[in-house]
């Protein structure tokens, strides 16, 4: 039980935002169904409540609400450096988009929404605001001197050098799209990715081939591992990165 919890713990969270009950169920149920934690909320009150005691990834936010409209919530959440917001609304116009997305929105999508379409973008959001994060933690340790070197169950892999030893020392030769799935993973460990997030991570110059075979890559990368066990296939969802990693 407890290795469910704290797989699920560590899923993507969305915070769905509207005031209207049926829209909040569909786009949870969606989401759900897609690999995501989705949260709903009726207004920017219950919101806040909810971000108080759980971290979310993404909020979807509806503009027109009773009491406090979403345009307000989403000033708040610039302010307190909350997740990034994708905005939805019944008014389409430019001028409520470009308001929205000067205001600090990813992505703004005028109701009603195919629910797919909103998938899409949120895989979008939520792959430029991973890759921001990942530039700004590989900025940060190198001006802080990282030598790059991470180590797990006795591997030994050099980030910067793009070397690989297994436990006796020995290096091991990966292609360009293995090493940075192997990167990929130790970067992100115990943690669940998803087949887009690690294509996104691990894009490199062999990446149409890596784009028609990720599972291919997946096991050529256990082998060399010479275990399944580093790897866990979590079913529906992607991969996750078994063991823990250390400088």
Sequence with gaps: MNAIID???????????????????LISSFLDRHGYRADAAADPLEMRQKLSGTRYD?????????????LTALRDLQRSDGPPVIMLSAVGTDIDRI????????????????????????????????????????????????????????????????????PDQMPIILSDGEFRLLRAFVEHPRRVLTRDQLLDYARGQDSEHYDRAIDVQISRLRRKLGSDELIRTVRNEGYMFVPAVSA
């Design 7 to 25: 797989r699920m713990d560590l899923e993507t969270r969305i915070l769905i935002v509207d005031d209207d009950p049926g829209i909040r169920s």
């Design 58 to 70: 993404l909020i979807v936010l509806d503009v027109m609400m009773p009491r406090e409209d979403g």
């Design 99 to 166: 308001v929205g997305l000067e205001m600090g929105a990813e992505d703004y999508l005028a109701k009603p929404c195919n629910p797919r379409e909103l998938l899409a973008r949120i895989r979008t959001v939520l792959r430029r605001t991973a890759k921001q994060a990942e530039s700004r933690s590989y900025e940060g340790s190198e001006e802080s001197g990282s030598n790059g070197v991470r180590r797990f169950s006795g591997w030994r892999i050099d980030l910067l050098g793009r070397t690989l030893h297994d």
